[in-house]
């Protein structure tokens, strides 16, 4: 059985054709074009039309038996009742919500009933926050409109692909619309925006199937009518991908931006910072960062300006112990989401002293964004525990570092796109009609995965760093 995968991510969008026999892939990645997106926005048609076109190539020469999305959280689009955008898609990162939600979030009331009931936490990041600014907004009479249907980059594409309005229950719980206790749209936050619950795409299972449209069929060159599963947050596929669905186990993905999940069977909402959504198996919690590669690729573009590859800056790092000595960054370019959620965050370098050279810079941009993400761990490791283990994947430049500032030992599993070979065997499973996924061998030996283990003496000098750090932090509150 051959399955496509079809992911539109942050920055790029991906395709993937898995031979089920084989457990064989091949993946095909495109990056987003920046003259039709912008900050925090995106152009739906833009990434649908991309989408076919990367889905076409990797599709050419084989047979096609099923079709898996995937796409991010918390994007928000609007469509006329002819299902033509009348917004950009606004993306997680887009600060629209800023100013509202840092407002919000310090009525500890609304803020602590609104995690209880939607998982979410206040924060520009969900389409709920930005379409209460909409609402409130005297000039805007968008959301007035009542043939306006109101979606997300996932639900567009459920559309294009099966002419079914319709999105998977991951998808929406991470909406800020969705309440954790019903499972619906909460009705209570509809009537906040002043919208109806049926301008919204229905919600159907994780793995519901529909049939190829006739039209996209043809773009890709499959035949219509194959089953096409309903798209899918990457986030969610990622843990499928990752075989960590055990509430010990954590996933630590490290892309544009990064993230820290771990699979419990209930919601759990005591932690103030981290948020609970639904995945196709079980509950996630988990928090997420604004700055990771995007911090990295900050660095070597526009302050470096493209002058040194990542292994040249790599090389300008110095290896003698005074790391204590060098520049503290704070990762929040791109505003702030765990552990603080605050959009309206800025970040850049402390302790900036004459004597640092380039190489302190670079290491210190690598160094603050994983410290960003151990906050995230602290907040897990305090709610439910310490993880047994933890697979790490995505982008990161420095799994060493990672390691040994986590003070664990860390998978490191060789493949790459593990969201889209997690839509692959959820898609797998659905077809199969299997009660679960079962899990790939993983042999050590064989160079198909990794074990990093820490160095605890590094561990504890980077305590003392992580210490400084937070010192920062806390003072930019």
Known sequence: ?????????????????????????????????????????????????????IGASAAKNHSIDAIALSSTWHSLLLCNADMQPVSPVYLWSNPMAGQLCQKLSKDKAFANAYRNQTGCIVNASYPYFKLRVMHEDKESKLLEDYTLRIMDQGSYL??????????????????????????????????SIGVKKQRFPRIVKDNTLFPLSFEVAKALGVEAGVPVMATNPDGALNQIGAESQEDTAMTLSVGTSGALRMSVEEP??????????????????????????????????ELCENRYSYQELEAKIIQEEKKDEGPI?????????????????????????????LGDYYYSVLE????????????????????????LS??????????????????????????????????????????????????????????????????????????????????HK
């Open 1 to 53: 059985m051959k399955i496509l995968v079809l992911e539109s991510s942050t920055s790029s969008v991906k395709a993937m054709v898995y031979d089920t026999k084989k457990q064989h892939s091949e993946v095909m990645t495109q990056k987003h074009d920046q003259e039709n997106s912008g900050p925090g926005i995106h152009d739906a048609k833009q990434i649908y039309q991309s989408l076919l076109a």
């Open 158 to 191: 459920n559309w294009k692909f099966t002419g079914e309005y319709m999105t998977s229950e991951s998808m929406v719980s991470g909406s800020g619309l969705y309440n954790i206790h019903q499972r619906d749209y909460d009705d209570q936050l509809l009537q």
């Open 268 to 301: 759990n909402t005591s932690e103030a910072g981290l948020w609970n959504y639904r995945s196709p198996r079980t509950w996630l919690i988990g928090t997420a960062t604004s700055g990771a590669c995007n911090c990295v690729d900050w660095f070597k573009e």
């Open 329 to 357: 960054f704070l990762p929040f370019l791109f505003g702030e989401r765990g552990p603080g959620w605050d959009m309206l965050r800025r970040g850049g370098f402390e302790a900036m002293h004459h004597q640092h050279r």
């Open 368 to 391: 603050g964004v994983l410290f960003n993400l151990y906050q995230g761990y602290e907040m897990l490791r305090r709610s439910v525990g310490e993880p047994k283990t933890i697979q």
């Open 394 to 475: 995505g982008g990161i430049l420095n799994s060493q570092m990672c390691s040994d500032i986590f003070g664990k030992s860390m998978i490191i599993n060789d493949t790459k796109d593990m969201s889209m070979l997690g839509a692959a065997k959820w898609a797998e499973k659905r077809l199969l009609d299997s009660d679960e996924i079962d899990p790939q061998e993983i042999n050590y030996e064989s160079g198909k995965a990794n074990i990093i283990v820490p160095n605890m003496e590094h561990h504890l000098q980077y305590m003392v760093r992580y210490n400084i750090y937070l010192k920062y932090y806390r003072s």
